[in-house]
């Protein structure tokens, strides 16, 4: 995704953006717990936060270990495939423990090793064998749960031991967005033939297929976002920050319109400007509920 002769950015700032709207879900639903009216935990919130990113850490290190190059995803050099495999297992094994010593220390519910579990399978297990997630064309819906139902259920259950069902008006168009978040990393280069029956759900089907699909999830999105603002039961102080999303959901959907993806150039600003969407949404949400604690 660099332009040749350009230097890579290091690997802290290119995962950055992705650690962070990776995180924010779970931000999301911690913070719908003070919302609430329930207490929240600083430790409970300290190690699962920990936890979680040790658990994008592990995903990105399995994508180094066992599928490098895959995807549009920023390169991460981790050395060899061995040094990655290593890290990722490490990453795995600090999550399990963290989870492990909240459960039993009687911190977090029952269901602690069990979310923890989920998010192994999803993210270590995008790339690696035996599930390969990506290569099966089940990636982007993994992902999107990964990215938002899945943690914002987890950042409030974590904390109160339930679950509410403000969590869909949260869950439902984070994974919405994280969806496209996944499929536009998953669209072949310009030039490149897709591959029936193996690989993401671009990759199968084609650039134009997968832009069909983009859009409708987009139309979704948009459509999420705006429950959002009209929603009476929790009106989020930061709403009106939820209409320049919209904007940029439009925007996004208008170089789809164009094809910007037959381009490489193209193709890497879609990434970007999908990213910023989901990471946007995650941003405002969580002032929004921080502004009513």
């Known amino acids: 995704m660099m332009a040749a002769g350009r230097k890579m950015p290091p690997i802290w700032l290119a995962l950055l953006p992705y650690l962070l709207t990776g995180l924010l879900p779970l931000v999301v639903g911690t913070l719908l717990v003070g919302a609430c009216g329930l207490p929240v935990s600083a430790g409970v919130f300290a190690g699962v936060l920990v936890a979680a990113a040790a658990l994008i850490l592990a995903a990105g290190a399995g994508r180094e270990a066992f599928a490098p190059g895959v995807g549009l995803w920023p390169a991460l050099d981790f050395g060899p495939a061995s040094a990655a495999r290593r890290l990722a297992l490490g990453c795995l094994a600090l999550a399990a423990g963290l989870l492990a010593v909240m459960q039993f220390s009687?911190?977090?519910?029952?269901?602690?090793?069990?979310?923890?579990?989920?998010?192994?399978?999803?993210?270590?297990?995008?790339?690696?064998?035996?599930?390969?997630?990506?290569?099966?064309?089940?990636?982007?819906?993994?992902?999107?749960?990964?990215?938002?139902?899945?943690?914002?259920?987890?950042?409030?259950?974590?904390?109160?031991?339930?679950?509410?069902?403000?969590?869909?008006?949260?869950?439902?168009?984070?994974?919405?967005?994280?969806?496209?978040?996944?499929?536009?990393?998953?669209?072949?280069?310009?030039?490149?033939?897709?591959?029936?029956?193996?690989?993401?759900?671009?990759?199968?089907?084609?650039?134009?297929?997968?832009?069909?699909?983009?859009?409708?999830?987009?139309?979704?999105?948009?459509?999420?976002?705006?429950?959002?603002?009209?929603?009476?039961?929790?009106?989020?102080?930061?709403?009106?920050?939820?209409?320049?999303?919209?904007?940029?959901?439009?925007?996004?959907?208008?170089?789809?319109?164009?094809?910007?993806?037959r381009t490489e150039t193209g193709l890497v600003r879609l990434c970007r400007l999908t990213l910023s969407l989901h990471l946007g949404m995650g941003l405002v949400f969580a002032l929004g509920l921080w502004l009513r604690l």
């Not at 035996?130 to 914002?152: D, I, K, N």
């Not at 069902?165 to 168009?173: D, S």
């Not at 859009?215 to 939820?242: K, Q």
């Open 106 to 261: 009687g911190l977090t519910g029952d269901w602690t090793i069990p979310l923890g579990g989920l998010g192994i399978l999803g993210g270590y297990f995008y790339f690696a064998p035996p599930v390969r997630w990506h290569y099966r064309g089940l990636g982007e819906l993994v992902g999107a749960l990964g990215f938002g139902l899945l943690p914002v259920g987890a950042g409030f259950y974590l904390q109160s031991g339930r679950l509410v069902t403000e969590i869909l008006v949260y869950g439902f168009p984070l994974s919405l967005a994280a969806f496209n978040l996944f499929l536009i990393h998953g669209f072949p280069r310009p030039g490149t033939a897709p591959s029936p029956g193996e690989g993401a759900l671009a990759e199968r089907f084609g650039p134009l297929a997968g832009a069909l699909v983009y859009t409708v999830a987009n139309i979704l999105t948009i459509a999420g976002l705006f429950i959002c603002v009209v929603f009476p039961a929790a009106p989020l102080p930061s709403r009106l920050g939820l209409w320049p999303l919209m904007v940029l959901a439009v925007v996004n959907q208008e170089f789809i319109k164009r094809r910007a993806y």
